[in-house]
C-alpha cells in the first residue's frame, strides 16, 4: 500500500461530479478517510456543468482518476457512458460510483447498500419480514425500496406528492423482487385529511423512511403529511435529510416513543461503500463520521 506523505506525481485522484457541488461534505468525509490511513489518495469536487457529462467522464480516461462519486444531477445520465455496471447500479438505473480499471469504468450504487448498512450496524435493524414506509418516490427512495426490497422487507407503502412517479417506482420494485408494494395517497393541500389506508398502513409501519427534502435546513417548516399522533414506540423513523440534526420528522416519533435518525448515517455509509470500492481498504467509519459531525451539528 503506498503511504501518502504529500501530494506528488503517484497521487491517486478521485473527484465529485455534480451540479451543484459547492455544499457537498464528500471532499470532508473521504479526505479525512484517505489521510488517516495514510494512503496516497485526493478527493476533489468538479461542478459540471448541463452539458459536459460526456467530456468530463472521458477525462477520467483520459486523466486516469482512480473513481468518481456521481450526485444530483447525473446519476441516471451517466449510465450510457460507462463500461459496464454492478447488478444493483442496474436495478436501480442509477449510479452514484465509478471506479477506474485501467480505462474501463465501472458504475455502482452505494446509496441502497450504504443505507441497509446504516439501519444494520447503528440501529441494529433488521428489514427481514418488517413493513416499511416510504415517503418519496425520488432517485433515493428507488435505491432504498429496491434495496429494502431485496433485503426481505415484507412490504412497501409509497406516498409521494406525484403520485405517477410513486406508480412507476412501485411497479420497478415490485417487477424485481416481488414483494408486496402499496400506493398510498398523499392529501391534497386543501384537504388536509389524511386517507384511511395510509393512517392504516402507518400503524403497521415498522420503519418509516422520509425520502424527500422536507425539514431541510431553509425549507425547515414543511413537515411529510403522515399521523404523526399514532406514533407507537417499537417503530423506527429514518430522515434522509441531516441538516438540522434533529429534524422535525425526527422529533414527532422521539415525542411518540419511538427511536429516530437522520440521514448522516446512510451519508456515512454510502461513501464509506465507495470509499472501499475504489481503495479496497476498510474504511475507517468512525474518522468519516467524526469528520462530518464537525461540520454538522
Ligand atoms: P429527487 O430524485 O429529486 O426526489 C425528490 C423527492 O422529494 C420526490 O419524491 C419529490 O416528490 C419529493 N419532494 C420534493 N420537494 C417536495 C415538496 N415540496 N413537497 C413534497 N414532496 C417533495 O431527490 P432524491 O435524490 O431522491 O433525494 C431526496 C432527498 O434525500 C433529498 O433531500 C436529498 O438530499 C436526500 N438524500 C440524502 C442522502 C443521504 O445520504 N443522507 C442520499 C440521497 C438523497 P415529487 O415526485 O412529487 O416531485
Redesign the pocket.
Known sequence: MQKRKYIDAETKVVALFGHPVKHSFSPLMQNSAFAHLGLNYIYVAFNILPGNLDPAINAVRVLNLKGVNIT??Y?KEVLPLLDRLDGFAELTGAV?TIINQDGQLYGYNT?GP??IRSLEVECAFNVRNKNVML?????????IGMQLALSGASSIGVV???????LTLANKIQSVAGVDVKILT?PRERLPVLDSELVNYFKNAELIV?????G?HG?SG?L?PLPYNLVSPGQLAYD???NPGKTRFMQKFIQGGAKAV??????????ALAFELWSGCKAPVEVMRSALLKVLK
Do not use: H, S
Open positions: 444530483i444531477p446519476k452514484n446509496d450504504g443505507f415517503v418519496g418516490a425520488g432517485g433515493a427512495a428507488m435505491a409521494n406528492r406525484n403520485q405517477e412517479k410513486a398523499w422520509n425520502c424527500t427534502p422536507l431541510m425549507i414543511q411529510p434522509l435529510v441531516y437522520n440521514g448522516l448515517e446512510m451519508l456515512l455509509y454510502q461513501g
